[in-house]
């Protein structure tokens, strides 16, 4: 649990609620987390999924892990404890993107299972969505990939601490969507989440 340091604070509730943005959107927000190994395909289908829910005329935005690294959580690395720190923030940014009823395309390894479900706890308190997307692929087809050479570094000692290497990935349990990247396309995998979303209710 993070101390609150700040005191004499108090949270102020404006006029405008959740679901008037979602009148107005025509939308309801919720926070889409893409998990899986470096090279798995998250930021590769969070990019397809929002072209595809732009097209369809619905407001998102895609929180990418190396984008959010070179901005608000610069002064984090990779040890167990900035890892945990650097999730909790994204969390607390995608519970913004969701009250303000945008749809967030959350991507990020967030390896430990813990973190994940502080960030769908968080989500519960306030009564917002959480879909949790298994970006599901095998390690050697993910070091195959190796898009960044990520992995052929970690295997020559070159990076410490990367995930699926020398440090664990532990795999969701329960997500609301798992997919196989390794054996299916890209469009299968985009057709999986909208066809999820308009189930749900989140669009139409």
């Not at 590769?44 to 929002?50: C, I, L, N, P, R």
């Not at 396309?185 to 979303?197: G, K, M, P």
């Amino acid at each position: 649990m993070i101390e609150q340091k700040a005191t004499n604070v108090t949270w102020h509730d404006g006029d405008i609620t959740i679901d008037d943005r979602a009148r107005l959107l025509g939308q309801r927000g919720a926070t889409l987390w893409f998990t899986g190994l470096s090279g798995s395909g998250k930021s590769t289908v969070a990019v397809a999924v929002e072209n595809a829910l732009f097209q369809r005329g619905k407001l998102c935005y895609r929180l990418d892990g190396d984008n959010i690294r070179l901005g608000i959580n610069k002064n984090l690395g990779f040890s167990a404890e900035d890892r945990t720190e650097n999730i909790r923030r994204i969390g607390e940014i995608a519970k913004l993107f969701v009250d303000s009823g945008v749809i967030a395309l959350s991507s990020f390894i967030s390896p430990y299972r813990a973190d994940r479900d502080k960030v769908r706890a968080l989500h519960a308190e306030s009564g917002f969505a959480f879909i949790e997307i298994f970006v599901d692929c095998s390690l050697a087809e993910a070091e195959l990939r190796d898009p960044k050479g990520l992995y052929k570094k970690a295997r020559a000692g070159e990076i410490k601490n990367f995930t699926g290497i020398d440090d664990p990935y532990e795999a969701p349990t329960a997500a609301e969507i798992h997919m196989h990247t390794d054996q299916m396309t890209l469009d299968e995998e985009v057709a999986v989440i909208i066809a999820y979303l308009e189930k749900q209710g989140f669009i139409v």
